[in-house]
C-alpha cells in the first residue's frame, strides 16, 4: 500500500522526459482515495486555492524498514548508510535544510562508523535540531501482537543511545508510527511514558478514517489508558489517508515550468489537508518516503526551487513552505482548535470492505513464539547478572550475552518482522539472528546459575531451548547411567511451587534435593514429542522457589522406575484431577475439553479455508483480495472442523499419575494437529497444548487453523483482549449498521491479544472465561459464549502475493500452551493476572554434570522480599558497564568499559487495573526497595527515571515506592 515515484527513474535527459516525471508525480498528490466507498473513490485533480494562508509544514523523512524484502543487513549496506551519509552532508551544506531520523538500529550502526571529526559535526546539527530523531527505538515496532516488555527493552535502547551520545535535549518527543498496521492503546501509553507527547500514525480502518476526515476528527487527544490515568494523553495525528499519506518523492526540478507543476500539485494537495483538519494555517506534509533521500541533496535542491517559485507568487499560492519538524507543528497548533478526545485504540486496519489486515496477528506464529521465549531468557539472564555482581566471573559474558538477546528481539519489534509480514528469506534471517543470541545467553546465564548456586560444573553448562517438542540434548546423559545437575531459577520477586516439565531419555530418573533427599516427581510418555529428535518421556517435579532464588537439583538415573501407565481412554467422558489444581472433564471419543472444574467449556480444533487469487490484481486494491500475510479473508463456508480425533491408527490416551494427569490425542494427522489436556498439582489452570503444522495444503487453498471454546456464559457480544499485555480492552462484535458496512464479518472481529483473552459474563457473580498464552494471537468472539483464538496460517502459493514475490507457505510446526481458567466474572483478572506471570516468566532451569557433593551445594537462596501479588519486579538489569553489539553480527559485542559503581535498572509494575480486583488487589501499592533487594547490597541513591532508564525525572528519591493501578515505574538504584 505504498505508493512511491523513484528519483532515480527521471533521469537528467531532455525537457520532455522531466516534465513527464514531475505529471506523474502531481498525478500522485492529486489523487487521494478511501478505497471501497464510490462517495470518496477520489478526488480529481483541480487547483485549490486555500482561504486561510498556511504555513505548510516540510517533514522531511525516510522510511527505512529493518527488514522486509531485504535483510536488515541488506537494507543498511545497500540504501540506509548512503541515506544518513548524504543526509548528512545535505544538512551541512545548508542551514535551512532539516531532516527527521527514526531507526535506531541504523543510525548507532552508522554512528560507530564515523571519524570524530564527522561525529562532532552530527552532534552540532542535533544540538540545533537540524537532524531530530523521532520515536528513538531500534525500529517503528508493530504494535498489535508485542509484548510491552520487549518494546519497552527495544525503545531503552535507542533513547538511552540518544541521551549518552546527544544529551537528553535531543530525546525524541513524537512517536512516529506511519506504518503499522493499526495502532495500539497500549503502545500509546507506553509512549505518554517514555516522553513522547505527541503521535502521528495512518493505518486505521478506512470507513473510520473517512468519517473522521469528514469531522475534521483526524487530530485529537488520546487518553489511551483513561480508566487508569485519565490525566495521561498524547496528541494524535492521523496522516489524511491511510494508504499514501506518508509518502511523497519529488522528481528533479530543474526549471520554472517544473517548479509551476509540482507547486500547482502542492497547492491541491494542501488544499486536501485543510478540508480533512481543524486548523487551515497550519498544514503538516510529509516530504519523503521508502528509504527516500538516498541521492541527497537532489531532493531538497529540488525543493527549494519549488519553496522559491512558491515565495516569489504570494498571489497565487496562499501558503508558505519551510522545512520543519512534528514537535514544531505540534506547537504551532497548540490551542488553535477544539480537539475531541479518544480513549480506544484502532484495530483491525482495512483498507477496502474486503480487505482486512487481522491476519498478521498470527502469521509466522514460531517466529513469535521464538522471540518471546528468547526475551525471557534475557530476563532471566539480566536478573542473574545482578545478583551475581559485577565483580563474578560470568558478568562480562552476561553483559554481551544480554546486548546479542535485545539486539536481535529488538529489531524483531519491526512492523514487518514480529507480525510475519516479511519475506521467508528474511523472516529466516531474523530467526537466524535470534539462534545466535539465544546460543550466547543460554552459556552465560548457565554458567551464573550455576556460580550462585554452588555448583562447579564439569561440562559446559546449557539450557533446553526446544524442551516444548522433547528434545533436550542435556539429559541424555541418564541414558549412559550418568547423573545431571540441573540448576532452577525463579526470575519472579513472589514465592512459586509449581511443577516443571523435564525431558528424558529413559523412564527410570529421580529427582534428588541439595541435601540427597528425594522430590516429588514422576515421569510420563512425552507429547508433542519431535520424531526425530525428541525423548520419549518427560520428568515431571514438583519445585518450591523463594523470589529470585537459584536452586539446585540432581536427575540420577534410577533402573527400577517405570513411567507412570498410558492407556487407551474408555469411550464416554473422563476426569482429570490434580491435588490441589484444576479439574478438567475431558470426551473420551475425541480428547477435547467438555468443563473445567464442572463449568461447560468446550474446545474444538478448526480451520478456515483462505480466498485464493481470481488470476487478476490480487493485492488490497483488489476487487477481489485474498488471505495473505498481512490479510485474513475465509471462504464464506465458514470454519471446518480437524477430526475430531483420533486420527486413524491412533487413540485417544490417558495417564494418571499423582502430579500430573492429561488426555493426548492425534486429531488430524495430515495437517499434524494434536491435542493434550493437562493437569497439574497446585495449578488452578487446565492447561491444552496443541501441536499443529505442516498444516494441510492438499485442498489446494490452505488453512487457517483456530482453537475454539464454546461455554454458556452469556457475553452479550463482548470478549476482551489484553493490550500488549497490560490493560484489557472490551471488544464488541461489530455488525452491519447505516453508517458501518462490514462484508467480512470474521476478520473484522478479530482483535490482537498478545497475552490474555476473557470472555466475561454479564452479571458479576456468573462464571467468566479466561485464556492465557505467551504468544500472540488472532482473537475473536462470533456468537455469544465463544471465545476463539487463530493458531497458525498457511496458504498454497496461489498467486496472492504482497510487493516483490511474497508468499506465505508456512511450514513450521509450532507447539502452544493455553492456560484456561472458569471463575466469577468478577474475579476473571485475578486469575489472567497471575497466570500470566506463571506463563510469561518460568522458571528457568540450567544443566551440566557437578563435581560437588551434594551436601556441600548452596541452597542458593538470595535474600529477597517476596512482593504483593498486584505487583511485578519487571526489569532488574545491570548497567554499570555499556556494551556496544552489532545487531547484524552478534559475534561483534564489545564491552566499553565498567562504571565506578554498580548501578541498575529497576521498573517496578503494578500488575492490575482500576476496578480489576475490588477491594485488595487493586489498589495502589508500595514497594520498599532497599528491602526488596537486600540480598544485593545497600541502596545508596534511587533516581526515577523515564520508562526507557533514560532521562532522570527525580533525583534521590526515597526507597519506598509507590504504585498506582497499571503503572510502570522505572528507577536507577545506586549500590554501594
Known amino acids: 500500500g505504498k505508493e512511491v515515484v523513484k528519483i532515480d527513474e527521471y533521469g537528467h535527459g531532455g525537457m520532455s522526459r522531466r516534465i513527464h516525471a514531475v505529471v506523474a508525480v502531481i498525478s500522485i498528490i492529486h489523487t487521494t482515495s478511501f478505497p471501497g466507498t464510490a462517495a470518496d473513490a477520489s478526488i480529481v485533480t483541480k487547483h485549490r486555492v486555500s482561504t486561510v494562508h498556511a504555513t505548510v509544514h516540510l517533514i522531511a523523512h525516510s522510511h527505512e524498514d529493518p527488514g522486509w524484502l531485504f535483510t536488515t543487513d541488506q537494507y543498511y549496506v545497500q540504501r540506509s548508510r548512503a541515506i544518513i551519509t548524504n543526509v548528512v552532508q545535505s544538512l551541512l551544506e545548508n542551514e535551512a535544510r532539516v531532516f527527521q531520523y527514526v531507526e535506531m538500529v541504523y543510525f548507532r550502526r552508522w554512528w560507530f562508523e564515523q571519524t570524530a571529526d564527522t561525529q562532532d559535526k552530527v552532534r552540532m546539527l542535533v544540538a540545533q535540531r537540524r537532524l531530530v530523531f523521532l520515536t528513538g527505538g531500534l525500529c517503528m515496532n508493530d504494535e498489535a501482537t508485542p509484548f510491552h516488555g520487549t518494546i519497552i527493552d527495544q525503545m531503552t535502547w535507542g533513547h538511552r543511545f540518544i541521551n549518552e551520545t546527544f544529551g537528553p535535549e535531543a530525546l525524541p518527543t513524537v512517536s512516529w508510527q506511519i506504518d503499522s498496521f493499526g495502532h495500539s492503546a497500549g503502545y500509546a501509553s507506553l509512549a505518554a511514558t517514555m516522553g ?231 523472516a529466516e534471517n531474523y530467526v537466524q539472528m535470534m539462534d545466535n543470541a539465544s546460543v550466547k545467553v543460554s552459556a552465560a546465564a548457565a554458567s551464573a546459575a550455576m556460580a550462585l548456586a554452588g555448583v562447579t560444573p564439569s561440562t559446559s553448562p546449557t539450557t533446553c531451548v526446544e524442551a516444548n517438542v522433547s528434545v533436550c540434548p542435556a539429559t541424555a546423559p541418564l541414558a549412559q547411567g550418568d547423573s545431571v545437575t540441573v540448576v532452577l531459577f525463579n526470575p519472579l520477586a513472589v514465592i512459586r511451587t509449581e511443577v516443571v516439565s523435564i525431558p528424558v531419555p529413559v523412564a527410570g530418573v529421580v529427582a534428588l534435593a541439595s541435601n540427597g533427599s528425594e522430590i516429588p516427581s514422576e515421569v510420563h510418555a512425552a507429547t508433542a514429542s519431535d520424531p526425530d529428535r525428541g525423548f520419549k518421556f518427560t520428568l515431571w517435579v514438583e519445585i518450591a522457589l523463594a523470589p529470585l532464588q537459584t536452586q539446585r537439583i540432581t536427575l540420577r538415573p534410577q533402573s527400577n522406575r517405570k513411567a507412570v501407565p498410558i492407556t487407551q481412554l474408555p469411550q464416554g467422558s473422563a476426569t482429570l484431577v490434580a491435588p490441589g489444581g484444576a479439574t478438567a472433564t475431558v470426551n473420551g471419543s475425541t480428547g477435547e475439553l467438555l468443563a473445567i472444574n464442572g463449568v461447560e467449556a468446550r474446545t474444538t480444533l478448526n480451520y478456515y479455508t483462505p480466498v485464493v487469487a481470481d488470476g487478476k490484481s490480487t493485492g488490497w486494491q483488489s476487487k477481489n483480495p485474498c488471505s495473505s500475510a498481512y490479510a485474513f479473508r475465509p471462504q464464506p463456508r465458514g470454519t471446518q472442523r480437524y477430526g475430531p480425533g483420533p486420527a486413524k491408527g491412533t487413540a485417544v490416551l490417558v495417564s494418571r499419575g499423582r502430579l500430573v494427569q492429561f488426555v493426548h490425542v492425534v486429531v488430524d494427522a495430515a495437517a499434524g494437529v494434536e491435542n493434550t489436556v493437562r493437569v497439574l498439582a497446585g495449578d488452578p489452570a487446565v492447561h491444552v497444548a496443541i501441536k499443529a503444522g505442516p498444516l494441510d495444503v492438499s485442498n489446494g487453498f490452505g488453512q487457517e487453523a483456530v482453537f475454539r471454546v464454546e461455554t454458556l456464559i452469556e457475553s452479550d457480544g463482548a470478549w476482551m483482549t489484553d493490550a500488549n499485555g497490560m490493560q484489557m480492552v472490551r471488544r464488541q462484535r461489530r455488525m452491519n449498521s447505516s453508517s458501518f458496512i462490514i462484508d467480512e464479518p470474521e476478520a473484522m472481529n478479530y482483535y490482537p491479544a498478545s497475552a490474555i483473552a476473557a470472555l466475561p459474563s454479564k452479571s458479576a457473580e456468573a462464571n467468566g472465561l479466561t485464556v492465557v498464552f505467551n504468544v500472540a494471537h488472532g482473537v475473536s468472539s462470533l456468537a455469544d459464549g465463544t471465545l476463539e483464538l487463530m493458531l497458525h496460517r498457511r496458504f498454497v502459493d496461489h498467486g496472492c502475493r504482497v510487493d516483490e514475490g511474497y508468499e506465505m507457505d508456512d511450514q513450521h510446526v509450532i507447539v502452544q500452551n493455553l492456560r484456561l481458567q472458569a471463575v466469577p466474572t468478577a474475579i476473571l483478572a485475578s486469575a489472567y493476572r497471575l497466570d500470566h506471570l506463571r506463563e510469561q516468566y518460568p522458571i528457568s532451569m540450567y544443566f551440566s554434570h557437578d563435581k560437588t557433593e551434594l551436601d556441600n551445594a548452596k541452597h542458593g537462596h538470595v535474600n529477597a522480599t517476596a512482593l504483593g501479588s498486584n505487583v511485578h519486579l519487571h526489569t532488574l538489569k545491570a548497567v554499570g558497564t555499556d556494551t556496544v553489539c552489532d545487531p547484524f553480527d552478534l559475534g561483534n559485542c564489545r564491552s566499553l568499559g565498567s562504571g565506578s559503581s554498580f548501578q541498575v535498572v529497576l521498573r517496578l509494575q503494578h500488575l492490575f487495573c482500576v476496578d480489576e480486583h475490588v477491594p485488595l488487589l487493586s489498589d495502589p501499592a508500595s514497594v520498599d526497595v532497599s528491602q526488596l533487594l537486600s540480598g544485593i547490597g545497600h541502596v545508596a541513591r534511587m533516581d526515577e527515571t523515564t520508562l526507557t532508564a533514560a532521562k532522570v525525572t527525580a533525583a534521590n528519591t526515597a526507597t519506598t515506592v509507590s504504585l498506582s493501578p497499571n503503572e510502570i515505574k522505572t528507577f536507577l538504584v545506586t549500590f554501594s
Open 196 to 426: 513522547l507527547t505527541a503521535f502521528i500514525g495512518q493505518k486505521i480502518d478506512f470507513q473510520e478514517q473517512a468519517k473522521r476526515a469528514s469531522q475534521h476528527k483526524l487530530e485529537f487527544v488520546w487518553a489511551p489508558d483513561k480508566v487508569n490515568f485519565p490525566d495521561r494523553s498524547v496528541m494524535g495525528h492521523l496522516l489524511f489517508d491511510n494508504t499514501k499519506g506518508y509518502s511523497y518523492t519529488i522528481p528533479n526540478v530543474t526549471s520554472d515550468l517544473e517548479a509551476q507543476l509540482v507547486a500547482d500539485a502542492i497547492a491541491t494537495s494542501v488544499g486536501i489537508r485543510q478540508s480533512r483538519y481543524d486548523h487551515p494555517d497550519h498544514v503538516l506534509f510529509l516530504f519523503g518516503g521508502d528509504f527516500a533521500f538516498q541521492d541527497a541533496p537532489a531532493p531538497f535542491v529540488s525543493m527549494e526551487r519549488v519553496m522559491a517559485y512558491v515565495k516569489a507568487h504570494p498571489t497565487k499560492y496562499n501558503f508558505t513552505l519551510v522545512y520543519s519538524t512534528p514537535q514544531s507543528y505540534f506547537d504551532a497548533i497548540k490551542g488553535s482548535a477544539n480537539f475531541s478526545s479518544y480513549s480506544g485504540d484502532f484495530f483491525p486496519t482495512t483498507f477496502s470492505n474486503h480487505y482486512v489486515r487481522s491476519g498478521y496477528y498470527t502469521s509466522r506464529p514460531a517466529s513469535k513464539a521464538q522471540d518471546r521465549a528468547l526475551w525471557a531468557r534475557g530476563h532471566a539472564a539480566k536478573m542473574l547478572g545482578v545478583l551475581g555482581g559485577p565483580q563474578s566471573p560470568a558478568a562480562r559474558d552476561l553483559d554481551l550475552a544480554v546486548a546479542a538477546v535485545d539486539a536481535s528481539v529488538g529489531v524483531h519489534q519491526h512492523h514487518d518482522a514480529i507480525s510475519g509480514t516479511d519475506l521467508a528469506a528474511v
